[in-house]
T-cell receptor
Framework: DVKVTQSSRYLVKRTGEKVFLECVQD?????MFWYRQDPGLGLRLIYF???????EKGDIPEGYSVSREKKERFSLILESASTNQTSMYLC????????????FGPGTRLTVT | AQSVAQPEDQVNVAEGNPLTVKCTYS??????LFWYVQYPNRGLQFLLK??????LVKGSYGFEAEFNKSQTSFHLKKPSALVSDSALYFC?????????????FGSGTRLQVQP
């Protein structure tokens, strides 16, 4: 079974703090993704990576950065957390040339106070 | 740009009755379509997908979905609902012609199955 793990299930941070969310997959997938989930908005893509050290902005990259130093690990960084970044963060991975479904981690619920 | 619409925020159905969760999509090229389910405080689980071939696809837990190109729809169905099917369901699309690797998700539909 594909396994995608995320470093924390729940996080509480203060405004202005630097926040690291980490994701690890064990299936040698080329692609990794960070989404945020908000009620009524579904999932929105923040960033994705298709190879080590390669990244592309998604639909809502402002206030975020990412790092992929190893194929299995993809980190999301909030340089200076703000209250509007309170959300559920979901990491996913998938093969580049099919099958095309993505596999998701359990999510990190981040609260910024 | 690709998009997905799930017109119903919530669907209520009695246990044992058939259920349908609606999804329509918009892409410029050929769509790859997916359904995911999310149980409380969990990540998304893959249910089924349409890539090519038979318009009726079968997936996990007895769910199926029908691809209708003329109506640009991909509705999720199950002949007999279970209370345990109560969850949040997401439809997603990938437009293969654009080369965009990520999925575009709908806003989600909460399914409530009453005993």
């Amino acid at each position: 079974d594909v396994k995608v793990t995320q470093s924390s299930r729940y996080l509480v941070k203060r405004t202005g703090e630097k926040v690291f969310l980490e994701c690890v997959q064990d299936m040698d997938h080329e692609n990794m993704f960070w989404y945020r989930q908000d009620p009524g908005l579904g999932l929105r893509l923040i960033y994705f990576s298709y190879d080590v050290k390669m990244k592309e902005k998604g639909d809502i990259p402002e206030g975020y950065s990412v790092s992929r130093e190893k194929k299995e690990r993809f980190s999301l960084i909030l340089e200076s957390a703000s209250t509007n970044q309170t959300s559920m963060y979901l990491c996913a991975s998938g093969r580049d040339r099919g099958p095309y479904e993505q596999y998701f981690g359990p999510g990190t619920r981040l609260t910024v106070t | 740009a690709q998009s997905v619409a799930q017109p119903e925020d919530q669907v209520n159905v009695a246990e044992g009755n058939p259920l349908t969760v609606k999804c329509t999509y918009s892409v410029s090229g050929n769509p790859y379509l997916f359904w995911y389910v999310q149980y409380p405080n969990r990540g998304l689980q893959f249910l089924l997908k349409y890539i090519t071939g038979d318009n009726l696809v079968k997936g996990s837990y007895g769910f199926e979905a029908e691809f209708n190109k003329s109506q640009t729809s991909f509705h999720l169905k199950k002949p007999s609902a279970l209370v345990s099917d109560s969850a949040l369901y997401f439809c997603a699309v990938r437009d293969e012609d654009t080369g965009r690797r990520a999925l575009t998700f709908g806003s989600g539909t909460r399914l409530q199955v009453q005993p």
